[in-house]
């Protein structure tokens, strides 16, 4: 493999895992009632379906930046997704519910029963309500870190925090391939995107499976695409023979509903789509950086809000010092 082949698969590999993080935000945030269903039943029996949930980005940003002033090192967003949600509930009360989901293991890295006590404590501090915690792990991390329970105790104080924890990587096979729940039939991709790693032919064995598995379901035109949309992606296929027999699949089968032509279509646009907004987004961070340079504002504050390396933000530095010159 010549090194311009190599760097633009390192780069397109990189690109997917960055994507991983949006897969699963947007499985859950399009799918959070089948989702409680699923993983939180207690939750899912007194939450109001007839009304939408509300996602709470601007009370998670501001989170962020507390975070950081106590973490050794910045927590990788590609690693996971905090999302933080209101629940209508029956009773006509909101729950509000924080879930961490782990995308790849940190191998012990950073104290994960310490992040979920930190961020529900923060929480409960700064808008003095309670906060439910939900762990969604993807793939595993050491078994002292997957318990769900935080606890630290001296001096004759004890604190204890427990939280629940569901097991992407873990499951019974055919109860999820046969539920008429979305989730289910999500996880059971996940699962199997984990348990198939490294053979992309059994990957995409389980994606027809999945893909005939979703032509028998009665689901919305709409939930069906997104559903197959997450299934390509979280199983992350990289083999060109096994991608290409993949989209021939589809290909056959555009006859048999709109569902197949969507999709294809919806590849051609989003691809287009995240690559202007990506412009867009990059070239907006960095003049927002270059005015807080301006201004004097601390290296400290700069990473803080723009969410960026130290070594990121040399660089920029260095340009602008080069056009100074």
């Not at 005015?291 to 504050?301: A, F, I, N, P």
Request: one cysteine or more; a negative charge; charged letters at 35%.
């Amino acid at each position: 493999m010549n090194d311009d082949v190599h760097a633009e698969q390192t780069i397109t590999n990189e690109d997917n895992r960055r994507s991983e993080d949006e897969l699963w935000k947007e499985l859950i945030n399009g799918s959070f009632h089948d989702m409680l269903r699923s993983v939180l039943p207690e939750m899912a029996r007194v939450a109001d379906t007839s009304k939408p949930v509300r996602f709470l980005e601007t009370e998670l940003r501001r989170l962020a930046r507390f975070t950081r002033r106590y973490s050794s090192s910045h927590p990788d967003s590609r690693k996971f997704v905090d999302i933080l949600a209101e629940v209508p509930l029956l009773s006509g009360e909101n729950a509000w519910i924080l879930l961490h989901v782990e995308i790849q293991g940190r191998g012990g890295k950073e104290n994960f029963p310490l992040r979920m006590h930190r961020y529900r404590c923060l929480l409960e501090g700064r808008y003095n309500r309670p906060v439910a915690g939900l762990a969604i792990l993807v793939q595993p991390i050491s078994a002292d870190q997957t318990e769900g329970i935080y606890c630290w105790e001296g001096y004759g104080s004890r604190v204890l925090y427990e939280y629940p924890v569901f097991k992407i990587y873990e499951g019974d096979e055919e109860r999820l391939q046969k539920s008429d729940n979305p989730f289910d039939l999500a996880h059971y991709a996940g699962m199997q995107a984990w348990k198939q790693r490294g053979s992309d032919t059994r990957k995409l064995d389980y994606m027809k499976l999945l893909l005939a598995e979703l032509d028998r379901r009665g689901w919305s035109h709409e939930g069906k695409m997104a559903l197959l949309w997450f299934i390509e992606g979280v199983m992350h296929i990289e083999d060109d023979s096994a991608w290409n027999e993949w989209e021939e699949e589809l290909e056959k089968r555009k006859e048999a509903g709109d569902m197949y032509v969507s999709l294809m279509e919806r590849k051609g646009i989003k691809k287009g789509v995240e690559q202007g907004i990506q412009q867009g987004i990059q070239q907006g961070k960095i003049e927002m950086i270059r005015e807080m340079l301006r201004w004097g504002d601390s290296d400290e504050k700069i990473l803080a809000c723009a969410r960026i390396s130290s070594e990121e933000l040399a660089e920029i530095k260095e340009q602008i010092r080069h056009e100074t010159n």
